[in-house]
């Protein structure tokens, strides 16, 4: 089991950036699928970005040209740069790891404890 501890949250003005970092532990960090999520008061959680263990991205509609996932293996840290953020990207967001099904979809199985990020003036 990977235990993930997610930092970098805040507070930041509309238009602003911030890079949220997850450190993880255990084995196996380089082979792993990892993904982004974040659930704003009163609304289901949301995957905002997977980075497959090749590299490769997939993002959701609502970020896509904003937002950047990244992976340093040598480190065990994913990490999520927000810039031209906006009110609606308030939310807690959890680092987690986990999986490509068959279909292609990622399904996380681990999770970190979350970070707030909040925008607004």
């Known amino acids: 089991q990977v235990q993930l501890v997610e930092s970098g949250g805040g507070l930041v003005q509309p238009g602003g950036s911030l890079r949220l970092s997850c450190a993880a532990s255990g084995s196996n960090f380089a082979s792993r699928a990892m993904g982004w999520y974040r659930q704003a008061s009163g609304k289901p959680r949301e995957l905002v970005a997977i980075i497959r263990n090749d590299g490769r991205t997939d993002y959701a509609t609502s970020v896509n040209g904003r937002f950047i996932i990244s992976r340093d293996n040598a480190k065990n840290t994913l990490y999520l740069q927000m810039n031209s953020l906006k009110p609606e990207d308030t939310a807690v967001y959890f680092c987690?790891?986990?999986?490509?099904?068959?279909?292609?979809?990622?399904?996380?199985?681990?999770w970190g404890q979350g970070t707030q990020v909040t925008v607004s003036s």
């Open positions: 987690s790891a986990g999986e490509i099904g068959n279909s292609g979809a990622y399904r996380g199985s681990s």
